[in-house]
C-alpha cells in the first residue's frame, strides 16, 4: 500500500478545520451552521444523531454536493457553513477533506465525531427505523 489511510488522514488533517464538540455546541443554534451525518443509517438508528443534523450517507456525498449531479441536493448549495461528523472523526476528516477539494465551503469536521459529542454529554435525538 502507498498511500494508506493513516497518511490520508494526516494530509486530510492538515489542511481541514477540525472543531470540538464544545466548539459545535457553541455553534449549532446558529442559522448560518448546518451538521451533517455521514454515518450508515444503521448507525443513526442504533445510537441516535446530533438534534438538527441531516444524514447524508458518506457513499452519496459527492454526489449530493455536486450541483451538475442528477443526485444534487439543496441543502450543499446553501450556503450555510457545514459540520460533518462520523462515529469517531475519521470518515468526517477525510470527507470533509475530498469535498473542500471539490470547491465546497465553508465546511469543517467535527473531531472525535459522534462518539466525542456522546461522551461530552451533549443532546442526542433518537432516529426512528423506517
Not at 94 to 114: D, K, R, V
Amino acid at each position: 500500500m502507498k498511500r494508506g489511510v493513516e497518511l490520508l488522514l494526516k494530509e486530510a488533517n492538515e489542511v481541514i478545520e477540525t472543531m470540538s464538540a464544545e466548539d459545535v455546541k457553541a455553534v449549532m443554534a446558529d442559522e448560518n451552521i448546518q451538521l451533517i451525518d455521514i454515518r450508515d443509517i444503521r448507525e443513526l438508528w442504533r445510537e441516535g444523531k446530533i438534534p438538527g443534523a441531516y444524514h447524508a450517507p458518506r457513499g452519496m456525498l459527492e454526489f449530493w454536493v455536486d450541483p451538475d449531479s442528477p443526485y444534487f441536493k439543496e441543502i450543499f448549495g446553501s450556503g450555510k457553513k457545514l459540520i460533518f461528523y462520523c462515529a469517531a472523526g475519521a470518515r468526517s476528516a477525510l470527507s470533509t477533506h475530498t469535498l473542500q477539494t471539490m470547491g465546497l465551503e465553508p465546511i469543517a469536521h467535527l473531531g472525535g465525531g459522534f462518539g466525542g459529542w456522546k461522551q461530552a454529554g451533549y443532546p442526542i435525538e433518537e432516529v426512528e427505523q423506517k
